[in-house]
């Protein structure tokens, strides 16, 4: 099994970045439904104002292979659209449990 395990910073004033991640949020828990491959998800919106990232997600996936055909599946694609403009950051680790 792979925890594939991403975070993101965006771009904006405090509301803006608010407002993307719940939208990025509201996206990112509907794909289990829709990518058979992604076994879970798990998003959470950063509540501590004195950190600078926004977002962390939790994914798993039984396979590498799983997680890369997770990645370029369209309804993945949409997701990561609505963050497009504002994506200042990414940092991705993924590791086997």
């Known amino acids: 099994m792979i925890k594939h395990?991403?975070?993101?910073k965006f771009k904006g004033s405090p509301d803006e970045r608010k407002e993307v991640?719940?939208?990025?949020?509201?996206?990112?828990?509907?794909?289990?439904?829709?990518?058979?491959?992604?076994?879970?998800?798990?998003?959470?919106?950063?509540?501590?104002p004195a950190e600078e990232w926004d977002l962390v997600l939790t994914a798993?996936?039984?396979t590498l292979e799983d997680v890369a055909i997770y990645s370029a599946h369209p309804a993945h694609?949409?997701?990561?659209?609505?963050?497009?403009?504002?994506?200042?950051?990414?940092?991705?680790?993924?590791?086997?449990?």
């Open 5 to 8: 395990v991403v975070t993101f």
């Open 21 to 48: 991640a719940a939208k990025f949020m509201e996206a990112l828990v509907q794909l289990p439904d829709d990518i058979p491959q992604l076994k879970s998800i798990e998003v959470g919106i950063n509540v501590n």
């Open 77 to 97: 694609q949409e997701a990561v659209a609505i963050i497009a403009p504002y994506k200042e950051a990414r940092a991705c680790v993924d590791y086997e449990v």
């Open 60 to 62: 798993t996936a039984d």
